[in-house]
């Protein structure tokens, strides 16, 4: 079984910095991808950032671009989300998801960590 952990979330202003952290169940080194993905209110959930587990394969959306970094840490099973530059629109719930490398879709997921961005 697969299991994500999501922490880090909080409240912060625009401006700030938060990161994120996605705490991964051992079994997903060298099989998954790990995406962040997110979800303001009243919106559907979008990609954010994803990476392999050996770190060459990174992808960002347009939106976060320049401003956030996603790393792993292989000996922790963790991957983190460096949010800096946070803008209001960057409030939502935040996600880590599991995709198998012979997939194209993300079939684990963690329960969310909150972002709020204040103005």
């Known amino acids: 079984q697969v299991q994500l952990g999501e922490s880090g979330g909080g409240l912060v202003q625009a401006g700030g910095s938060l990161r994120l952290s996605c705490a991964a169940s051992?079994?997903?080194?060298?099989?998954?991808?790990i995406g962040w993905f997110r979800q303001a209110p009243g919106q559907q959930r979008e990609f954010v950032a994803a990476?392999?587990?050996?770190?060459?394969?990174?992808n960002y959306a347009d939106s976060v671009k320049g401003r956030f970094t996603i790393s792993c840490d292989n000996a922790k099973n963790t991957v983190y989300l460096q949010m800096n530059s946070l803008e209001p629109v960057d409030t939502a719930v935040y996600y880590c998801?599991?995709?198998?490398?012979?997939?194209?879709?993300?079939?684990?997921w963690g329960r969310g960590t909150q972002v709020t961005v204040s103005s």
């Open positions: 998801a599991a995709r198998p490398l012979a997939s194209g879709r993300y079939a684990y």
């Open positions: 051992e079994r997903t080194r060298n099989s998954y991808t």
């Open positions: 990476i392999s587990w050996s770190n060459t394969n990174i």
